[in-house]
């Protein structure tokens, strides 16, 4: 599994939200994502007046806003976790963040994903970082070897829910994601099952073509969506406003786990992991 997207682009692509049960519902929504090599952030910064890391700009990268939260360097933060996993990537390896930037100085990330490659080209690990509207953050650190690779170059994985993320979802349920690394094009998809009964309740997905990351292609994209920051939270309370009035039940909000981290496959008994 080898990858040879740039140091940084512009997916311009699709969210779409299907849900199965126990009422049927669709959302579809055009959006732009950005992927940035963490260690090419400076370079960026540097090589382009419209994206900032750290800094204000109309579209930004802050470490605060990943992560722990409280502006650890993201490099030296996954690296750290991959660490604790046992997980190392070597000289020469990339970790590469597909996420939504900040853009006019705000940002909210449903998910954002890490690819974490070796030197060589070859997956080490995926991080799959997920935030609620509750100002709540969970990150599912999976390993190559609990990795599926497909035919197509697209891989499966999968990690039990544990963090509450929509009022309207249950706790009980098995994530299983699909994924096409970043290169032409990108793919993240979520299909949510019920860990009893194995039925899927939700499918989500976003699916974009690349463009270069310049000043040009940054300016199209702000054109296109000015307020896709504001547009993606309000979609998020809107439609949880028409899951309710289609009567889907509320699910009650438990405790968000201690630790920030965990990595899927390991024996619960010697810990999930470790919080930055």
């Known amino acids: 599994m080898t990858t040879d997207a740039p140091d940084g ?20 929504y055009r959006v732009f994502s ?13 090589r382009l007046r419209l994206f900032g890391h750290n800094r204000r700009a ?17 490099r030296r933060w996954v690296d750290a976790e991959l660490a604790a996993a046992g997980i190392d990537l ?3 390896g990339r970790v590469r963040l597909l996420c939504y930037p900040r853009l006019w100085g705000y940002a909210f990330n449903p998910l954002s994903v890490y690819w974490c490659h070796r030197a060589d080209g070859s997956l080490a690990a995926v991080l799959h ?29 999968k990690a039990a829910k544990d963090f509450y993320v929509s009022p309207f979802m249950p706790m009980s349920m098995e994530y299983r994601f699909t994924l096409r690394p970043p290169g032409a094009a990108v ?20 699916t974009g073509r690349a463009r270069p990351l310049t000043d040009a292609t940054i300016a199209g994209a702000v054109g296109r969506h000015p307020l896709m920051t504001a547009k993606v939270v309000a979609g998020i309370h809107w439609e949880a406003l028409r899951l309710w009035r289609k009567k889907v039940p509320l699910q009650p909000r438990p405790p968000a786990p201690d630790r920030l981290v965990t990595v899927v496959g390991r024996d619960p008994a010697r810990g999930e992991g470790h919080a930055a």
Request: aromatic residues 4%; charged residues 25%.
């Open 9 to 28: 682009a512009l997916y311009t692509g699709t969210v779409i939200h299907r849900r199965f049960t126990p009422r049927a519902h669709l959302l579809r």
């Open 34 to 46: 950005l992927l940035a090599d963490l260690d090419a952030l400076p370079a960026l910064d540097t």
């Open 58 to 74: 109309v579209l930004s990268l802050h470490d605060r806003d990943h992560g722990p939260g409280d502006g650890t360097p993201l």
């Open 90 to 92: 070597g000289d020469g």
């Open 129 to 157: 970082e997920v935030n609620n509207t509750f100002g709540q953050r969970r990150v599912y650190l999976i390993p190559a070897e609990a990795t599926e690779a497909t035919e197509g170059g697209a891989v499966r994985q």
């Open 187 to 206: 793919t993240v998809a979520i299909d949510e099952h019920d860990r009893d009964s194995g039925e899927k309740i939700l499918h989500a997905s976003f």
